[in-house]
């Protein structure tokens, strides 16, 4: 029988992101428990795998500072041979999860002793200063006699603690709350915004905040209100749509202030003592006059939360404006005189001269990774030379979206050596002001920012200052060829992730964007900067399936569709900064996290 410290592992029960949980006995006191092993992630560096244990370590001194009827109790906590591991109190019943599997929505009574009991869980950790940050259906157990326990304060945060960051997002994105998606720093409230959506999910056998994409899902719990729960079953105490309103106000000002507060409203709400009068007024945040339009619904889409506020906002150029940049439509050849018909060349001559033009080019193409300063905007460019290099997943571990990957040939291009910055897009916004066109003259560099990549530009408004800086967007395929080089990296850099060589969720601190060219170390094999994190890149190709093809019309300017954006941004972990990393927005959308750079044949 396998051991760990004195206990007995007599079956595994589960296994999560953090973790793998067995039942055990104690044979000192033969009592059957329950034990957490920190699960084994095969890849890490020592750093990572301290960083791991000291997680660990402080969801031990968090849960055993806990001592609450409604919290899983932690009796023991050890290490042995390497594996830490938590000693837990056995619940012989279901989660909330397991219990959704088979039914909902559930009972009113039931849920409200559920909500009841989990809140009075949580006001007691707020008071004891920990934030559990993980609320959601798998978190919460249910006893064979219907009590519920809150338990893995795995990712818990004890207020005070250096050790955690602001700007860490971690938690279960269905259940998230919007300060939490924001990066910014939390306290209780962010856990009683995560068990309305649970309480709600309970009652309306619906997530409040569906969406088959992560980008559906963090839009909607930013800007939208869930569907009142009577709208969608009459039956409900009109109370409960009280709760639920002020437990999920987007500000957490407007939310309850203490878990026990949801307790003590759920209560009346049962009793019918609870009136909608006392609903709490405005609970969202005031977002800009604009209309965003909805996200598509995917099987994913692009993981950034669309928040209002920070960053650059960047006016509306219709699209009018990309279609009057449009490069001219080419005349046609001039006829030769009448009576003089030019004869025509040979098969032979014309192969020559395609062989000499070729040849003559390559001899004008400079090496690769030359620098030179080009196009209207005067941006730095590097030269990237013809090849063939396989695109997409070629690590397995990326998604199916990535798959297959195949072979693409590539012609010699330009790339801006970086995104495209405030200071840049300033020049092509006084161009349209003094033109005349759309609304350029609406957009403004915020202080300090001049050389931060310019973020909220539509796809339309990309395009259209490529097409003013004598350039364009790149292609998918071109845009990943510059980041891996031919040997296909999975980072610009290499395969191996380094922190140091990116801007992203693990150095941002909360604060978006850096000034491009900040992690010169984390340069492409051909020098192009910021190619992984910062922000989300537009390139010109429609989001299509591979393989890629340049004919089967994903690289039509004019065709509707989503278009595909690479890269990752600040916001994002490690995963989402690989080079064959695909997302896509719709191409009129804005976001605080997509910007984009440039090409040049």
């Not at 559906?216 to 009577?230: A, D, K």
């Not at 290499?494 to 990116?502: F, P, Y």
Request: glycine share 10%; with cysteine.
């Amino acid at each position: 029988m396998e051991r760990l410290g004195r206990y007995e592992l007599l079956e595994e029960l589960g296994r999560g992101a953090m973790g793998v949980v067995y039942r055990a006995r104690d044979p000192r006191i033969d009592r059957l428990v329950a034990i957490k092993v920190i699960a084994p992630v095969e890849g890490l560096d020592p750093a990572q795998i301290q960083q791991r244990r000291e997680r660990f370590q402080r969801e031990a001194r968090a849960a055993g500072r806990l001592a609450h009827p409604n919290i899983v109790t932690v009796h023991d906590v050890g290490e042995e041979a390497g594996r830490a591991f938590l000693v837990m109190e056995l619940i012989e019943g279901q989660t909330l999860a397991e219990v959704l599997r088979t039914r909902r929505p559930l009972p009113l009574d039931e849920v409200l002793a559920v909500g009841e009991q989990a809140a009075q869980a949580l006001d007691y950790a707020h008071r004891h200063a920990i934030v559990h940050r993980d609320i959601k259906p798998a978190n919460i157990l249910l006893t064979r006699d219907g009590v519920a326990k809150v338990t893995d304060f795995g990712i818990a945060r004890i207020t005070g603690t250096e050790t955690t960051q602001t700007g860490q997002t971690l938690g279960t994105p269905s259940y998230m709350s919007p300060e939490q998606i924001a990066g910014l720093p939390l306290d209780g409230r962010s856990d009683i915004f995560s068990l309305g959506a649970v309480l709600y999910e309970l009652l309306s056998g619906e997530k409040a905040f569906p969406g088959e994409t992560l980008g559906t899902i963090i839009y909607r719990i930013v800007h939208e209100e869930p569907i009142p729960l009577r709208r969608l079953n009459p039956a409900f105490p009109a109370g409960l749509d009280v709760c639920l309103k002020r437990a999920l106000a987007k500000d957490p000002a407007r939310r309850y202030a203490q878990a026990a507060d949801l307790a003590r409203d759920l209560r009346e709400a049962a009793s019918g003592t609870l009136r909608p009068a006392d609903a709490p007024g405005a609970t969202t945040v005031k977002m800009p006059a604009h209309p965003r339009p909805r996200p598509p619904e995917r099987r994913r889409g692009p993981q950034w939360p669309w928040l209002a506020g920070g960053g650059v906002a960047v006016a509306a150029l219709v699209f009018a404006l990309a279609l009057w940049m449009r490069p001219p439509q080419r005349s046609p050849a001039p006829h030769p005189p009448s009576g003089y018909p030019a004869p025509p060349p040979s098969q032979a001559a014309e192969e020559e001269a395609a062989k000499a033009k070729a040849a003559a080019e390559d001899a004008r193409r400079p090496s690769a990774g030359t620098i030179q300063r080009r196009g209207k905007d005067n941006a730095e460019m590097v030269s990237i030379p013809a090849g063939t290099f396989t695109l997409g997943d070629t690590h397995g571990d990326g998604e199916a979206d990535e798959r297959p990957a195949h072979r693409v040939a590539l012609q010699a291009f330009w790339m801006d050596r970086t995104e495209v910055t405030n200071g840049q897009f300033a020049q092509f916004a006084r161009f349209a002001r003094d033109a005349g066109i759309g609304r350029g003259g609406e957009w403004k560099m915020e202080p300090g920012k001049g050389q931060h990549p310019v973020v909220r530009v539509p796809w339309r408004v990309a395009v259209a200052y490529c097409r003013w800086a004598d350039k364009r967007l790149p292609t998918e395929a071109e845009w990943e060829y510059a980041a891996r080089g031919p040997d296909g990296r999975k980072y610009p850099w290499g395969n191996t992730w380094e922190d140091s060589r990116a801007r992203f969720s693990g150095n941002s601190g909360g604060q978006a964007t850096a000034p491009v060219g900040s992690h010169p170390s984390g340069a492409s094999p051909f020098g192009a900067q910021d190619m992984a994190g910062n922000v989300w890149e537009w390139v010109s190709s429609l989001y299509k399936p591979y393989p890629y093809v340049v004919t089967d019309g994903r690289e039509n300017s004019t065709a509707p569709g989503r278009h595909v954006v690479r890269g990752g941004s600040w916001f994002l972990n490690p995963w989402d900064l690989r080079s064959s990393r695909r997302e896509f927005g719709e191409p009129g959308y804005r976001s605080a996290y997509i910007g984009f750079r440039c090409a040049q044949s």
